[in-house]
């Protein structure tokens, strides 16, 4: 059972996590406003492996992109090992009626690290949450719960909206079965960080520290956790639940990572560039070009948004990007201002360059650290089902065992298979035998 690490760090207790005056944000139909993407990545996660294909550095710089930036001495360092997901602050959160009745919810900021740049220290919110009742022998299992997309800007934090923006359901799941839940805003997302660095939509090492860093941080906060962990999400978040599973082995040092469940995850978007100049989005695909460009910029300063973007599709960048009382209503309108040609690429070069960065930040980067379980849908408009099963594959060759769930009705966001994915996941700290639908 662990015992909860005393932060060098200042902890302080503020005010709610989530103020009345805040309106949750919500979709606007599965065909604009789904929690995923067909975006980006940004630094390439190429790492030095055995051959197994594990990596053998548990440094964040390690697999550092070469078109990354370098490290800037600007920059605060890197936390230590010991140092990941040490508490900042922490206040307690106040959730909707089902989801505080499930729990007591903590809002915090700990420390973590990004994925690119070599690797610099950052600070992170998110919420902690912890079932009623006492832990069970050997403490509470832990969950990370990755959640979709909800835009760059720091107004998208989940932990500033009392539902979570849609994540409330499923920690409210999570805790009834019996887990403490760490829920990670990801880096740049969520107001309780002072002055952070932008969010890099889509660079996967950067949530999966994330992802990790928050597991630490639920020790910290929650007397009776054990050591081990799973993680979950669906879309950006099934994303980073793989990614964690590539970095448990060296950068969740001290953990006992169980297993991944990813949900349509945006594991492999770079097939959407494969016709160059003539690529042609979906209605669905090309509202996330902006959060695409914005997480594109913060490793890649240089990129000329232009090159992706103009006309209503440019004008409504900030709105598609950003969260808030009036988000519905917003994105709606500066959708309906996209016209046929607004998400044209500019030129070869532009495209060439887009699709090297995805390319190099797909997933598998390497052989996961445990087992996956992987449901996506042949309906999907925004993560077409040829991209997982592509994925899928590559990963299975390397290794990995996988359970595949593959719904030919389903599309994006209606796979209808979340309470499947947390059976598997309760198997797993059950020590069952993980299934492996490889190859696929």
Known sequence: MRTPRRSSLRTTRGTRASSTDRHPIKKLTTALIAPAVALLAITACSTTGDDDGRALS?????????????????????PSPAERGAIVTQETFEAGPELRAAGTLTRVVYRSTAGYGGGFGTEVSGVIAVPDGVPPPGGWPIVALGHGTTGTDQSCGPSD??????EAGNMTRLLNRGFVVAASDYQGLGTAVSKPRPHPYLEPRTVAFNMIDAVRAAQDVVPGTSDRWAAIGASQGGQAAWASAEAAGDYGQGLEFVGAAALAPAADVSPITEAGVDTKYTDAQKIFIPNLVAGLRE???DLDPDDYMRGGLAAGADVFTSCGPTSTADRFSAAMSIAPGDAAIADQDAADRIREILQGDALPARRADGPLFVA?????????SAWTTAALQRACAAGDVIEVVRKPDGGHTNLGVTGTAVDWIS??????PAPNSCPV
């Open 299 to 301: 490793v890649h300063p």
């Open 58 to 78: 548990s440094s964040p710089s390690a697999s550092g992109a070469p078109s990354s930036p370098a490290p800037s001495s600007s920059q605060p360092p890197a």
């Open 161 to 166: 909206y009392a539902d979570l923006l849609g």
């Open 427 to 432: 198997d797993r700290f059950a020590d069952e």
């Open 376 to 384: 996506y849908g042949d309906q999907d408009t925004i993560i077409l």
